[in-house]
């Protein structure tokens, strides 16, 4: 399986970055595979961060995100890489990604993770 990289994410200047705001991103028909068996993981991604002097452009993120789809990983890993990939291309001055799964053998899973580290 394919490893997803980060070097399909584009950004763009912040146009306010004397200024704290918070943007909101809800990716809702995110897709994976499951390490064990190979089948889809379905899940909404909610990506908010508040910019630094870069913002993420979607058209790319679209792009990068449909890697996973050909990426075998357990939702913990999933999460954790694609939170460090957007850091890595934007230095938000924070972000948070909630990764929400869809049920699969009646178990529902959303996996919270932030930058800087929630503590």
């Given amino acids: 399986m394919s490893e997803p990289s980060p070097s399909l994410l584009e950004v763009f200047e912040n146009p306010f970055p004397q200024r704290n705001y918070t943007i909101d991103t809800v990716c809702p028909e995110f897709?994976?595979?499951?390490?064990?068996?190979?089948?889809?993981?379905?899940?909404?991604?909610?990506?908010?961060?508040?910019?630094?002097?870069?913002?993420?452009?979607?058209?790319?993120?679209?792009?990068?995100?449909?890697?996973?789809?050909?990426?075998?990983?357990?939702?913990?890993?999933?999460?954790?890489?694609?939170?460090?990939?957007?850091?890595?291309?934007?230095?938000?001055?924070?972000?948070?990604l909630e990764a929400a799964f869809t049920p699969r053998g009646g178990i529902r899973t959303t996996v919270t993770v932030e930058y800087p580290d929630g503590k």
């Fill in 31 to 96: 897709t994976s595979l499951c390490p064990k068996t190979g089948q889809p993981d379905f899940g909404t991604l909610t990506i908010s961060y508040v910019p630094d002097k870069l913002c993420f452009e979607l058209k790319s993120l679209k792009m990068y995100l449909q890697q996973y789809r050909n990426h075998g990983a357990f939702y913990e890993r999933v999460t954790n890489q694609i939170l460090d990939d957007l850091v890595e291309v934007t230095q938000p001055r924070s972000m948070k």
